[in-house]
């Protein structure tokens, strides 16, 4: 069985150079939340992939996976 994959958040912070780590600093997120977004057993807020697109300084879109 595949596996779903909702977001792209794990591979962009590794194309990043960028640790989950990292990220929970910035957003002020504990490292489990970000632990869950990068596995997809939660996902964040559309306004939270926002900011997080801010910071990695990519397009919204290219932190979730294409539908077709």
Sequence with gaps: MA???LNRIKTVLAEKGKSNLWLAEKLDKSATTISRWCTNDNQPS???LYQISKLLDIDIRELLN???
Excluded: A, R, S
Aim: charged letters at 35%; proline letters at 0%; zero cysteines.
């Design 3 to 5: 596996v779903l994959q």
């Design 46 to 48: 559309v306004e939270m």
């Design 66 to 68: 294409k539908t077709k």
